[in-house]
């Protein structure tokens, strides 16, 4: 939490600043968009063909884009910006079509996408502009609850469908990207129908009843027929999945040997190797007295078992052709094993960090698959500690304010409040609310209080916002917040 406050505090706090990444606003623009297609139907004459939901999904990743000049939007990857900020330095593709075009990319007051970007988008999804590759980035999997949920409803009387729903991942085509955007949702949806009885409980690790689902539901996935040939080219071009199910079935079964240490070993080191960097497990350092080359390992490092700690090698390679836990189906791998190995919903998080590499996004997907293994109650108080910071953001002080600036402590709150009351109306089938424009996302900021005074430099060169003198609060004025704009401006170094 005390790091939670820290990243609130690096900047100069604003009605923009937020404790949560890109992965809960796409989230968020998911339940909306499946929202604003369904309620197009009530209304329906008859003779005017409904916009499909792929045309709402881009809606809302406009608006993200361009509202409030961008400054919104946050944490994204080059990948993201290049169909969404044509003025960002990953847009050059974007800027190039809108000026051939001769026409706008969206509605400048609804943000709904043109018929020219659609196809446009479609077409750089699918890696047929040049220069570029479907995406096989993780990004397709950190908002995948909602898709899950609503498959869901799809099977009831709503008019969602498989093929509907399809359009909330159309943005990652690359086959490992499918395959695996394919297994958490079933995974989802098994643990969502059959929550663990009696549920999880803390310091009682069991690995084996997780493992054994996710094994269960990959076998599925690797079995539809739907996919066609999809899953056996992942297979055959992601080694990863391999190793992790050799590794559960020397786990399940309780042999060693079916799972081949030294083929892991040798796949990690190549993936270093290919990276041109140093192995990340034996860093050499003389801080605090240690011997140059001794590793350095937190003591949460070594709660990981001989996979978890190539896992860790494997996620520190950076390289642009690797980029191991950004990989869809890598992060899925990292994503089952620490909910497995997992003690309590906090542990959770505390070993994706362990493990390390994109470990927001990693973290995000395993969350996901944590919250139902663990069950509601346990959810509810770490999100409301972690993401509401109803406690003030220091552990055992409740109701405490010291350490964050009053404002942007109450944005968290009402924008966490928010979220939470979205959430339960997308579980409970409340579309007709949830597309009210009169009901705020994340992306409004009505109800949020511009911070009144900046915080100060200290010594350290780090910037700390305290309670301001009286007379300095009465001096400085509150300052009107722009209007919206639909125009896009390039926020990159925004993280």
């Known amino acids: 939490l005390l790091h939670i406050i820290d990243r609130l505090q690096r900047r100069a706090p604003s009605v923009y600043t937020r404790n949560f990444s890109d992965d809960t606003v796409t989230a968020d623009l998911k339940m909306t968009a499946v929202a604003r297609y369904l309620s197009q139907f009530p209304l329906r004459s008859g003779v005017s063909r409904p916009r ?3 045309h709402f999904w881009l809606q809302q990743l406009l608006r993200w884009a361009s509202c409030h000049d961008g400054n919104l939007f946050q944490g994204t990857g080059g990948f993201t910006r290049s169909f969404t900020a044509p003025n960002s330095w990953d847009g050059a593709l974007l800027q190039a079509a809108i000026r051939a075009e001769k026409e706008p990319l969206c509605d400048s007051d609804t943000y709904l996408p043109s018929e020219w970007f659609v196809k446009w988008a479609l077409d750089h999804f699918q890696g047929q502009h040049p220069g570029y590759l479907p995406s096989y980035g993780n990004g397709a999997l950190m908002s995948t609850a909602p898709v899950a949920v609503a498959e869901l409803f799809a099977k009831g009387s709503t008019p969602l469908d498989a093929l509907a729903l399809k359009h909330l991942c159309a943005t990652h085509q690359a086959l490992e990207s499918i395959f695996s955007v394919r297994w958490l949702v079933v995974l989802l949806q098994d643990l969502l129908h059959h929550p663990p009885n009696p549920p999880r409980t803390e310091n009682a690790p069991n690995p084996l009843d997780f493992l054994q689902r996710a094994l269960d539901t990959l076998q599925r996935v690797r079995e539809d027929r739907g996919l066609g040939y999809v899953a056996e080219k992942v297979w055959a071009e992601c080694p990863i999945g391999d190793f992790f199910v050799n590794y559960a079935q020397s786990l399940l079964q309780g042999n060693a040997q079916l799972f081949d240490e030294g083929a892991l070993q040798v796949y990690v080191e190549g993936l270093v190797a290919l990276d041109g ?41 950076r390289n642009r052709e690797v980029k191991f836990s950004q990989r869809c189906l890598s992060a899925m791998v990292i994503a089952v ?55 003030g953001g220091r552990p055992g002080a409740a109701g405490t304010e010291t350490g964050a600036c009053p404002e942007v402590l109450a944005n968290v709150r009402v924008l966490a409040q928010r979220y939470r009351q979205r959430c339960e109306m997308f579980v409970n089938g409340d579309f007709q609310n949830l597309a009210n424009k ?47 704009k639909a125009r896009f401006v390039c926020r990159c170094c925004i993280s």
């Open 438 to 484: 009169d009901t705020l996302s994340l992306l409004d900021l009505k109800e949020l209080e511009p911070p009144r005074y900046g915080p100060p430099d200290n010594k350290q060169g780090k910037e700390a916002c305290g309670p301001p003198p009286a007379a300095a609060v009465a001096a400085v004025p509150v300052q009107p917040q722009p209007p919206a």
């Open 52 to 54: 499909p939901l792929l």
């Open 277 to 317: 960097k140093w192995n990340h497990r034996h860093r050499s350092s003389t801080r605090e007295g240690l011997p140059k080359g001794e590793p350095l390992r937190s003591p949460l490092e070594e709660e990981l078992d001989f996979f978890g700690a190539q896992l860790r090698v494997a996620a520190a390679v």
């Open 337 to 391: 094993y620490v909910v497995a190995h997992s003690r309590s919903l906090r542990h959770v998080m505390e070993l994706v960090l362990a493990v390390g590499g994109d470990t927001d996004t990693v973290g995000a997907v395993a969350m996901q698959l944590a919250g139902p293994w663990y069950g509601l109650e346990p959810t509810k108080a770490l999100f409301s500690d972690c993401v509401a910071m109803e406690r």
